[in-house]
């Protein structure tokens, strides 16, 4: 199999600090609320994220088309307007499918792709690997790996990460396992140049003082700035600073994952009048119990009145 080679093997030095995983607003009648969608991305950049995702698991990607991925991808590209890069969610568990959905998205704009492990087929570190490899060559942009084995089934071990990034095209990781040992065995695996991304909030710290180059985070879809001020922090040495951000935004971190995500932080973002808490089954709307916490814990934050 052609694997990409005479393409670059990683391309994306820019894969670093804050990525917010951007939600996906809707109208009542359940289409795309594109004003909305600018409106977010146009608050992201002006916090100072340092790149956008949308369409991925906090942007609902299973319940979007193909087209509607595309759609998004255009729109937070014309949003960002060369501001920031944008990594557009490109999952799935049909290779073939994958490829081609890589080829749309690259014409709109995107500088990356963040192609998630395919869930339900479960398949081996053989099939990962031809995996990656087939998207890699049916696109120049540079992928992210996305391995979140509570959402997928499977778990990309160190050692199979180690063997994906020498696939021509495959940057980075957005590793999302919940297990800081595997991160630090990832960040030994790996090539120093491979970006290794935290998929977990509440780990970005650690993960950082390991050697993370940053993440692709929920919580800064509601907090953009602080989130991005860690992370610059953490690239500075000054995990004193970090801890204190850190501190003062934990409970928020934990909180967006009472219920499925994104359940909490789209109703948590309705709460602070940036969309409506709209969702595409089988998501539904959080609990009222949760509900309650939740307004409860953003007006001891200040996040509203």
Known sequence: MNTGSGRAHREAPWLHGCGTALVTPFLAD???DEPRIRALVHRQVEAGVHFLVPCGTTGESVTLTSREKVRVAKLVVEAAAGRVPVIAGCG???TARVGALARELEGTGAAGLLVVTPYYNKPT?????L???AVADATDLPLVV???PSRTGVNVAPETLARLASIPGVAAVKEAAG???QMGHVLQAVPEDFAVLSGDDAAVLPAMALGAHGVISVVSNQIPGPMAELCDLCLAGDFAGARRVHNRWLTLMDANFWETNPGPVKYS???MALLEARYRLPLTAVSSGNRRRMRKLLR???LVG
């Open 269 to 271: 973002m309705a709460e």
């Open 146 to 148: 996305y391995n979140v």
């Open 131 to 133: 995996h990656y490899a």
């Open 300 to 302: 001891t934050l200040g």
């Open 179 to 181: 297990d800081i040992m």
């Open 30 to 32: 359940g289409s795309l």
């Open 125 to 129: 570190p053989d099939g990962l690997f």
């Open 92 to 94: 799935g568990n049909d």
